[in-house]
């Protein structure tokens, strides 16, 4: 049986394993301190210099409300981060295998999922700022 970790080489972990407990602790502070509470994250600096929902607006209260259950307000306050969670996932697992493994990453990926997803944020950037795309502003209103 193949051991997974030679533990020689367990220091190849250490960045990934960084990364989920950074994200951990960002998602913890989240969670503790509502995004709704003033004062305490700085306003999106092109919905304040536009008016305009960018597409992380709504991010953070998503993830409060994700960090409480509330799996159908997360997607009303931003359906863009919320559907990413899982390709986010794929990749921090991806890269501890890899790091496990000592296999070094080759690419990113396929050029065609980068300008895929170039096109998709833009898309949505734009049609939540339109009267037809209201739903999709960080409001919950799904």
Known sequence: MRVLV????????APPLAAAAAAA????????????????YPTCPFLALTGYYCPGCGSLRAIHALMHGHVA????????????????????LSWLIRSARGQP?????????IWG?????????VFRNLPAGHFLAPDGSW
Not at 25 to 40: E, L, N, Q, T
Not at 84 to 90: A, D, E
């Open 117 to 125: 997803f170039a096109v998709l944020v833009l898309g949505f950037w």
């Open 25 to 40: 602790v960002a998602a913890g502070y989240i969670a503790v301190i509502s995004p709704d509470v003033p004062g305490h």
């Open 105 to 113: 990453r080759t690419r990113v990926t396929h050029p065609a999922w």
């Open 6 to 13: 030679n533990v020689r080489h367990q220091h190849r972990l």
């Open 73 to 92: 307000q997360a997607f009303g306050d931003n359906v863009l981060a919320m559907s990413m969670l899982p390709v986010l996932g794929y990749m921090w």
